[in-house]
């Protein structure tokens, strides 16, 4: 187990670096210069170029990846062009607002999610099944950020019960994580069906049903146990897609997250803040997919570590 | 006995979903419409105290602070100006009660009031009035308003109260520019700025702001909200009805960037001033209850810039005829949704006697425009290139545009491009024709932007006329300021038939209000930022 873990932990080194050099050529390369967005149309040639100077911009691509790259391995991720904050600050008080909603999110994923793929592939073909189909297919085509929208107008202007957006209370939740979950929730439902549906095919469920175990037994026993792998495989990737789905959520509920600050870094091209961003959220999903290896390496005895 | 479960449960699935359908889908617009009677504000007895909360779709970048300014944005209740601007326009008392001018307008003396405190307790004094424009106008300091001030020549401080600025050449947009507390005429402690600095712990611009105006600076919270709070100590000027403090305890921007939000925000009561309304939510805005909008010219005028060195828009007779090509009323009536005038001018009317319109030039006469087009050998039209910033409403302008221009045999190609990626073309000088806007208040956006030393940025028309920048200079050096607004009609004239740009729409102010706000007052200059005289009846 602990050789399996190094393993996989220098197996991220190489998924970072390349990342790193993505994340940072992606921006410098598009057009758009973040010092005439924050100098504006009256800033004079020679404001400009002291401006470029000042936060090295003038330097040549590869000295400024090196910079950036000796930066992050310290654990410093620059200072924010457009916010005059270092980017460590703006992510610690942004990272919570964003972790929050999507752990809130991923929570309405699974609550929806692993129980309506269970109900559906047990019922197969049933009508059950086909709403639950109809209802995933609905949720995982429909925009969280509209639906963020409907349902803020519906439950907090049309019907008051919940606060319109902001954040820091319980009740400001409820509303984007719902929006950010019900998508989360359809793939979950859809991976745990077909999942299921295979697993109760297997030799060893008819073996559990010739030996006259009850049909709720071998459900959740042997069939929930075995079929859970992929979804706790999709579990980990989730955070990837909560994250992203987060930024366009941010914007509408108005939640100061890194959602909403990545949005405005790539607009402003503040490149310390996308980069520092985009990175932290790449080390983010590559521990979330090591963290989901390791559960299901647990979840399954059967998986070797070599 | 399932099978029924099961139908029932489909059954409130279906009907709890269409519920959700149905509450979303009913209009507000079908409400009845409240009186929006400005009238009625002020009645009833002042109350002091509350939370007015403003949404902003905007957040400044990236410091608040006079000597560091990016877009000339402020919020302008931390700060004074040494003169404020009447609704008229009129320079009236700010931190100088008066003034007097010498030598033909080459020595001009402020008396500071002398009842007059910074937020953090320092008296405001000539000595600390004369530190902060030399520090305005400081090279190191290197302010966005260096330029505006740059008239300043030296200053002496005669007694503790008064100010004496000494000038080279007469200028007559310095009352303008000492009133324009905005941006560039704001006045802060520059030994607070001097203490806490551009970084660390306690930034100046971010953690810190010092002003004099009538609400100070207590927090900004990045992506979310800035708090203001009353200045007691704050004496107010002739402008308001107020002697001061402020009634209201705070003052809370908040930045909500998407319109839907910061509409429904307002609906519920979260927010009780929209500074922005989109065209698009006008109307469901004003149907609310307890909702009022204002609405009232603008300084914004969108147009369409050629690049007038390129062929073939260095022929003013193709300029002319692509004017004559477009039809501004129905950009703003298709566009705008009726919440725009069709501009026929380098300016906003709101300059009052120095606007100009030429209604023959950029007027609409698609048959003139083609007659125009032959006469400068292309009979057959041409291809252009039209950039515009992917903001839809400019979208759909240019998608119009596209077609107008199709009647008289031009055809148009439409680039989009996000704000970055636009400025890099125009700073590549790789533009044809390109839809922008301005908002300036000051008759100095003409050269700024057709002065030949301005060429090729901000002049991003290319245009270079060496008589035109004579009569530039000359008017900036006018000896009065009503020299200068005659000598810069004059100048619009001659500018007009140069159809430099294709003037499209001025696009109104569009703020909403509650109920609650009483005595609700939009400023020409500051629009909804000076809250002294504003109070909340809850």
Same mark, same amino acid.
């Given at each position: 187990m602990a050789a399996y873990l190094v393993k996989r932990i220098l197996g991220i080194i190489p998924i970072l670096v390349v990342a790193s050099l993505i994340v940072f050529f992606m921006l410098q390369l598009t057009p758009g210069d973040p010092v005439l967005l924050l100098a504006g149309?009256?800033? *004079?040639p020679e404001r400009i170029e002291r401006i470029t100077a000042e936060w090295g911009l003038d330097q040549p691509l590869y000295v400024q990846y090196f910079a950036f790259a000796g930066r992050i391995i310290q654990g410093d991720f620059g200072q924010s062009i457009t916010r005059n904050r270092p980017v460590s600050d703006l992510l610690k008080t942004s990272l919570p607002i964003t972790l929050e909603l999507s752990l809130a999110a991923l929570f309405v994923s699974m609550v929806i999610g692993v129980p309506a793929g269970i109900i559906s592939a047990v019922r197969h073909g049933s009508l059950i099944d086909q709403a639950a189909l109809f209802g995933s297919l609905i949720g995982v085509s429909i925009p969280a950020f509209w639906f963020g929208i409907l349902l803020m107008l519906a439950?907090?202007?049309?019907?008051?019960?919940?606060? *319109?957006s902001g954040y820091g209370t319980f009740a400001q939740l409820i509303l984007p994580a719902v929006a950010l979950g019900t998508a989360g929730a359809a793939r979950i439902s859809r991976v745990m069906r077909s999942s299921m549906l295979e697993v109760m095919q297997q030799d060893y469920i008819r073996t559990a049903r010739a030996k006259g175990l009850s049909e709720k037994i071998v459900i959740y026993k042997h069939g929930l146990r075995n079929a859970l792998l992929p979804v706790i495989t999709i579990m980990g990737l989730s955070l990837g897609w909560l994250l992203a789905g987060s930024v366009a959520l941010e914007m509408v509920f108005a939640r100061p997250g890194m959602g909403q600050l990545l949005v405005r870094g790539i607009l402003m091209r503040d490149y310390p803040v996308v980069q520092g961003m985009l990175i932290f959220l790449v080390i983010c999903v590559v521990v979330a997919n090591l963290v989901a290896d390791i559960l299901i390496a647990m979840a399954n005895p059967r998986i070797k570590f070599d | 006995m399932r099978k029924a479960n099961k139908g029932k449960w489909l059954f409130f699935l279906i009907v709890a979903i269409s519920l959700v359908f149905a509450m979303s889908a009913c209009?507000?617009?079908?409400e009845a419409a409240p009186p929006?009677?400005?009238?009625?504000?002020?009645?009833g007895e002042i109350k002091t105290g509350g939370d007015l909360v403003i949404a902003w779709d905007w957040e400044p970048?990236?410091?608040?602070?006079p000597y560091n300014l990016?877009?000339?944005?402020?919020?302008?209740?931390i700060f004074e100006g040494l003169l404020i601007s009447d609704y008229d326009f009129n320079p009236g008392p700010g931190i100088a009660e008066s003034y007097t001018f010498e030598e033909g307008g080459l020595v001009q003396i402020y008396q500071i009031r002398d009842d007059r405190y910074f937020h953090d307790g320092t008296k405001i004094d000539a000595e600390a009035v004369k530190r902060h424009f030399e520090l305005l106008i400081d090279e190191e300091v290197d302010s966005m308003s260096r330029w505006d001030f740059a008239f300043i020549s030296s200053m002496e401080?005669?007694?503790?109260?008064t100010l004496q600025f000494n000038l080279d050449d007469p200028f007559p947009a310095a009352l303008s520019n000492f009133s324009?507390?905005?941006?560039?005429?704001?006045?802060?402690?520059p030994y607070a700025w001097e203490e806490y600095g551009?970084?660390?712990?306690?930034?100046?611009?971010?953690d810190v702001v010092v002003g004099s105006g009538p609400f100070k600076f207590v927090e900004w919270i990045p992506g979310d909200r800035m708090v203001l709070e009353r200045f007691d100590d704050y004496k107010s000027t002739p402008?308001?009805?107020?002697?001061?403090?402020?009634?209201?305890?705070s003052v809370t921007y908040r930045f909500i960037f998407d319109s839907s939000t910061a509409v429904m925000e307002f609906e519920v009561g979260?927010?009780?001033?929209?500074?922005t309304v989109p065209p698009e939510f006008v109307e469901q805005v004003s149907n609310m209850p307890g909702a009022n909008v204002y609405k009232g010219d603008s300084w914004e005028v969108v147009y369409i810039g050629m690049a007038?060195?390129?062929?073939?828009?260095?022929?003013v007779l193709v300029r002319r005829a692509l004017n004559l090509a477009v039809d501004q009323q129905e950009i703003a009536d298709i566009v705008w949704m009726g919440y725009a005038e069709p501009a026929y001018g380098?300016?906003?009317?709101?300059?009052?006697?120095a606007y100009v319109a030429d209604r023959e030039t950029f007027g609409y006469d698609p048959e003139m425009a083609m007659e125009l087009l032959a006469e400068a050998g292309y009979p057959d039209g041409f291809t252009a290139e039209l950039m515009v910033e992917n903001r839809t409403d400019w979208i759909s302008a240019a998608e119009i545009i596209q077609d107008m221009f199709a009647q008289v045999g031009v055809d148009v190609e439409i680039r989009q491009y996000e704000r970055a990626g636009y400025y890099d073309v125009l700073r590549a000088e790789d533009q044809e024709m390109f839809i922008r806007a301005h908002s300036w208040w000051g008759l100095d956006i003409l050269p700024w932007y057709f002065?030949?030393?301005?060429f090729p940025y901000p002049n991003y028309h290319r245009y270079v006329n060496e008589e035109m920048d004579a009569r530039f200079d000359d008017a900036d050096y006018s000896a009065t300021y009503e020299e200068l607004v005659e000598k810069y009609r004059d100048i619009q004239v001659d500018l007009a038939k140069e159809a430099i740009w294709v003037p499209l729409v001025q696009p109104m102010d569009i703020v909403a209000y509650r109920?609650?706000?009483?005595n609700f007052n939009f400023h020409?200059?500051?629009?909804?930022?000076?809250?002294?005289d504003v109070w909340l009846d809850e």
């Open positions: 149309e009256r800033a *004079t439950f907090a202007v049309r019907m008051p019960i919940l606060p *319109t | 209009a507000p617009g079908e929006a009677d400005e009238e009625d504000a002020v009645e970048d990236p410091v608040i602070d990016g877009w000339g944005n402020l919020p302008l209740d401080v005669l007694d503790e109260y324009w507390a905005g941006g560039w005429g704001g006045i802060q402690n551009p970084w660390g712990e306690n930034t100046y611009g971010t402008i308001f009805e107020n002697e001061g403090p402020a009634y209201l305890d979260n927010v009780h001033m929209l500074e007038c060195d390129k062929p073939p828009f260095d022929n380098y300016i906003s009317p709101s300059f009052g006697d002065h030949s030393r301005n109920d609650e706000v009483k020409p200059l500051y629009g909804i930022r000076y809250n002294v």
